[in-house]
């Protein structure tokens, strides 16, 4: 059963750009465990169990053994909440950031 998050959860999933990116991160077999998440973002394992703690617990994540899957909840940030300006601000933040590390195959494109 679906079910949505208390605003409270809702802050706490915006509150950071990691907690989105491991949440994502858990659809793609080779980052569904803590260490593969911590070495690829460059976080503490420590991070990122608080993270994958947290989407557990509200069902956003299932752990099977030592691995993560994405859970059964689903999470919507409308766009007229009070938290989508962090959320979109944390994504354009992380785009600055990579302009100084960046790798090939990185695309960067700014548009009007």
Do not use: C
Not at 18 to 25: E, G, K, N, S
Not at 56 to 75: C, D, M, P, T, Y
């Amino acid at each position: 059963m679906k079910s949505q998050l208390s605003d409270q959860n809702q802050a706490e999933y915006y509150n950071h750009w990691y907690v989105a990116t491991i949440h994502v991160m858990l659809s793609i077999a080779e980052f569904r465990t803590r260490k593969a998440i911590a070495e690829h973002l460059k976080l503490g394992v420590g991070v990122v169990t608080e993270v994958l703690d947290f989407l557990v617990s509200v069902g956003l994540a299932e752990r099977k053994g030592e691995q993560f899957h994405i859970g059964g909840n689903r999470i919507h940030l409308r766009s007229d909440s009070s938290l989508i300006s962090k959320h979109h601000i944390n994504w354009r933040l992380q785009a600055m950031n990579a302009l100084y590390r960046i790798k090939p195959g990185d695309l960067h494109f700014s548009g009007v």
